[in-house]
């Protein structure tokens, strides 16, 4: 299982690796009070892979995130598109 964070409006780590070709999970959590944020997946050119449940405040959830191929990928917050990382699936 992959693990991040959103605290001060950031991701920590901001790069994750996951399994190309398989599911896989990522336990998220909101550190930010009283802030929402979520986990988005999308492709260099802004297509989107995945887009998680958006948490409230300070609260944890894993995403299940479907088989992705192998590549690198951004990692995104909805709501706030200044919070980006990067996810390098192989």
Excluded: W
């Excluded at 991040?4 to 599911?23: C, K």
């Excluded at 009070?33 to 997946?41: E, K, L, M, R, T």
């Excluded at 995130?65 to 990928?73: D, E, M, N, Q, R």
């Amino acid at each position: 299982m992959l693990s991040i964070e959103a605290r001060d409006f950031q991701f920590a780590p901001d790069s994750l690796s996951g399994p190309a070709g398989a599911p896989f999970e990522i336990a998220f959590t909101n550190a930010n009070p009283a802030i929402p944020h979520n986990v988005s997946i999308a492709t260099d050119s802004g297509a989107s892979r995945f887009g998680g449940k958006i948490i409230n405040g300070v609260a944890s959830i894993t995403y299940v995130v479907p088989a992705l191929p192998a590549g690198t990928y951004r990692l995104g917050c909805i709501v706030h598109p200044a919070m980006v990382g990067t996810l390098t699936i192989r």
